[in-house]
């Protein structure tokens, strides 16, 4: 007999033959969709006007003339046009299963039909626990000490946590170092730390960072020297004062530029010999190298003091040490995520680690080499308009027409309405497009596809 009503409840034939149903009915709809289309000319009209009825509404024009449907197929979204386009940037970085997986919208049942639409720091539903316990220990497996999760709604939250937790420690210190052309999210606080004038223009100053140039592969010791020198220059003038350092180790929103272990370490050095925490900012970069965590990857687990982890984990979180615990008050919110995002986070999250999408020889490594041997192709094609390709795994950027602002927005603008949903990054002039595909659902031949219609579009411009 069923211990409590839950139990009953969860294992009820008629919800597992809904489900079941479910399921089907998905299949048999989503497999539809097997390709890049144009959209249903009679629909142009009602979807141009509900494009301007949302541009309206929300206070500005959307970047892409995207309103999804509800429905896709794997790398594959359908628009309410009836168009298709392969999504190569999902939602920046979020929709690692691509659209309409069984196995995700399964799980999100799970939560939509458990007791309320939200969780929260106050009531947590047994769901929570589990998915602490696997971000917990699949962050400490190589010896790291991040054992504790704080979940939050979003990216900018968790690294807002992380910041509050590390001034709380190292008080009275009161400034933090990041890098050059970092991003950290978009609230008050982190406006001041992401490196980006026009993301904090007209703003009252928050924080007080002092930036470090970030890694360069073509001056792998000067730009290590020129780093170190840096943030001794900034500690000399500003003694004691440094709480943090917040590493966004993989840049992300600048065009996917990707640090380096042995300079990491060298400025690790300095933070330790200063009493300066080490935040690693994995927002955009979990789950999209070869470990889960990208601190993982450059073997810095022995000195995280704290990891901000978002998008791809479906719900965000703040991980610390044990010598990190915030003191009680510092930290909560109403909100922890949706019963259906938490849901969704755990078989997310247990399907990267069980699925065969890590390690050397993993399905994200394989998808890299063939992206980058396919655009490699095409840049010697078309020497003069793409440059690259850059990143790591899943994080893939190129630059088209020298990086050239405008150009490069017209060019992922082309390529949208030709079938491809990238995304601009960085800025002039060193623009670069980059591309943040759904790993669990792409194949090969996606990334064949999708390299034609880069390919045509190019030729398309000038
Ligand atoms: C490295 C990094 N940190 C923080 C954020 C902020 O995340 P969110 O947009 O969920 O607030 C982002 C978002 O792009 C990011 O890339």
Same mark, same amino acid.
């Given at each position: 007999m069923a211990k409590t009503v839950a139990d009953g409840f969860f294992n009820d034939p008629r919800l597992v033959e809904a489900k079941k149903l479910i399921t089907e009915a998905l299949g048999e709809h989503s497999s539809k969709i097997t390709g890049v289309k144009p959209g249903n000319p009679e629909l142009k009209e009602s979807y141009d006007a509900l494009l301007k009825k949302m541009a309206d509404y929300r206070g500005g024009a959307l970047f892409y003339n995207y309103l999804g449907s509800g429905i896709g197929n794997g790398p594959f979204v359908e628009l309410a046009d009836g168009s298709v386009k392969y999504d190569f940037i999902t939602g920046i970085g *979020? $929709? =690692?299963?691509?659209h309409s997986h069984p196995g995700v919208i399964n799980a999100q049942i799970n939560g939509a039909i458990s007791n309320t639409v939200m969780n929260g720091h106050l009531q947590q539903n047994t769901d929570t626990a589990a998915l602490l316990e696997l971000i917990s220990k699949e962050a400490c497996k190589y010896g790291s000490a991040v054992k504790n999760v704080f979940l939050s709604t979003s990216g900018a939250m968790a690294n807002e946590?992380? /910041? %509050? &937790?590390i001034f709380q420690k190292r008080f009275p210190a009161n400034r933090f170092f990041a890098f050059e052309k970092c991003f950290a999210g978009r609230t008050l606080g982190m406006a001041w730390v992401t490196d980006k004038a026009a993301y904090r223009q007209g703003l009252p100053k928050t924080l007080d960072v002092d930036y470090i140039p970030f890694y360069c592969e073509s001056d792998h010791q000067g730009s290590i020297d020129l780093a170190v020198n840096a943030m001794k220059k900034y500690i000399t003038r500003f003694p004691g004062q440094h709480a943090g350092f917040v590493m966004e180790v993989i840049q992300g929103e600048n065009g996917s530029w990707v640090g380096n272990t042995e300079y990491f370490e060298a400025l690790i050095k300095v933070c330790k010999d200063n009493n300066i925490s080490v935040f690693i900012d994995e927002v955009q970069s979990f789950a999209r190298t070869s470990e889960l965590f990208a601190f993982q990857y450059f073997k810095l687990d022995k000195h995280a003091d704290v990891v901000a982890v978002g998008k791809n984990s479906q719900v965000c979180a703040t991980l610390f040490t044990d010598d990190h615990k915030p003191?009680? +008050?510092l930290m909560s919110q109403t909100f922890t995520g949706s019963a259906a995002q938490i849901a969704a986070s =755990? =078989? *997310?999250? $247990?399907? &990267? *680690?069980? !699925? !065969? =999408? @890590?390690g050397e020889n993993g399905k994200i490594q394989k998808l890299h080499a063939k992206f980058k041997s396919n655009l490699e192709k095409i840049s010697k094609k078309h020497p003069e %308009? @793409? %440059? +690259?390709? /850059?990143g790591i795994g899943a994080m893939v950027a190129m630059s088209v027409f020298n990086g050239d602002e405008a150009k490069s927005k017209a060019f992922t603008i082309k390529l949208f309405e030709n079938g491809v949903l990238s995304f601009m990054a960085g800025g002039h002039p060193t623009t670069r497009v980059r591309f943040l595909m759904p790993v669990m659902v792409t194949e090969e031949k996606h990334i064949d596809e999708v390299c034609e219609i880069i390919d045509k579009t190019l030729s398309e411009m000038n």
């Open positions: *979020v $929709h =690692y299963m691509g946590n992380a /910041f %509050k &937790i003191k009680p +008050g =755990y =078989y *997310v999250i $247990h399907s &990267i *680690v069980n !699925g !065969g =999408y @890590l %308009k @793409l %440059k +690259g390709p /850059f």
